[in-house]
């Protein structure tokens, strides 16, 4: 352990994820007929079994519960290859859940998020964990964690690659005070509004020009990368020399629970293989591809040369 040198390190949630799909289109009010299964889960996690596919020594920084499903989650990322030994255990506590529906077609259509447990994970707490990070080339945080360990995320490893995945749009707004820190943000576009502390977006009618606009607000705090996710558009890409969106392969779309994780991923990837952000959206579009043809938050099939294959086939458009 204390040789232990990953490539990454994701500070972020853990969670047993319990997902139902409809067998046909959803009803509102109504009890409708589907399928349900439980699984490892959580932004975190996915990220860091992703990565790990990749090939990436990746180490999870996480809080698990005292109960099974905290022994089933570290059993599995031991498997996939992620270190977690300096994780906070809390054996009185209960393990995060992820409750999610999903329309027959895999979109989503609600859910609900249990993670008491990482609320424990405080400035203190992550102080006392460090060592991943300031070892790590590129650190990722999850939004999940409480705001005061956000900032004091972003003040530890603001002169290194740090990207923070904002998850939601409340808990994208914690991270608002200090997203100038970050050296990457991947928000959706409410995201982006929260992480900018604004409720009203005056482009709601066209998506592009909404995404360009915040994208450009955020670079203006400091970030210095920013990707906006456009959901069927696409991914909106922009940095110090330009702006371009990134289209969505043509692949068959299964679940698209994950696929913002498999993102993030790639963004890590790419960035410790040196490229620019259009080459990073590009990779990004592709893990999100390849995740959503899959019917897991994690594809099995989330390899460096099939996302390498992937990749040379998005369409990259410049903008500006």
Do not use: H
Not at 78 to 99: H, N
Not at 189 to 207: I, N, Q, Y
Request: net charge negative; with cysteine; aromatic share 4%.
């Amino acid at each position: 352990m204390k040789d232990y040198k990953p490539a990454v390190a994701v500070y972020g949630g853990a969670n047993f994820d319990i997902q139902a799909q409809c067998r046909r289109p959803y009803l509102p009010g109504d009890s409708n007929p589907g399928t349900a299964t439980g699984s490892a889960g959580g932004v975190g996690r996915n990220i860091a079994e992703n990565l790990a596919r990749l090939g990436l020594t990746t180490e999870l920084v996480t809080v698990f519960g005292g109960d099974d499903q905290a022994s089933v989650l570290a059993d599995g990322c031991r498997k996939a290859g992620i270190e977690i030994g300096r994780s906070l255990i809390l054996p009185r506590e209960s393990t995060s859940q992820y409750v999610c529906i999903l329309d027959a077609d895999g979109t989503l259509v609600g859910a609900v998020v249990a993670m008491d447990a990482l609320e424990c994970f405080g400035p203190d707490e992550l102080a006392s964990r460090y060592g991943p990070g300031d070892d790590a080339d590129v650190v990722v945080i999850d939004a999940n964690l409480p705001a005061d360990t956000i900032a004091a995320a972003a003040s530890r490893w603001k002169d290194k690659p740090l990207i923070l995945d904002t998850v939601s749009a409340t808990k994208a707004a914690k991270a608002a005070p200090v997203v100038g820190r970050f050296s990457m943000v991947k928000p959706n576009r409410k995201e982006a509004l929260a992480l900018l502390g604004l409720e009203r977006d005056e482009l709601e009618a066209d998506p592009e020009r909404s995404a360009a606009a915040s994208a450009v607000a955020l670079l203006g705090l400091g970030v210095r990368e920013v990707f906006v996710s456009l959901g069927s558009l696409g991914l909106l890409w922009a940095d110090g020399t330009g702006m371009g969106i990134a289209r969505p392969l043509d692949i068959p779309v299964v679940n698209v629970s994950g696929a913002g994780d498999a993102a993030t991923a790639a963004l890590a990837w790419a960035t410790l293989r040196s490229m620019d952000c259009r080459g990073k959206a590009s990779y990004a579009v592709a893990a999100a591809s390849l995740c959503a043809s899959f019917p897991d938050a994690v594809a099995a099939g989330m390899k460096a040369a099939r996302l390498a294959q992937l990749a040379e086939g998005v369409r990259n458009e410049r903008v500006s």
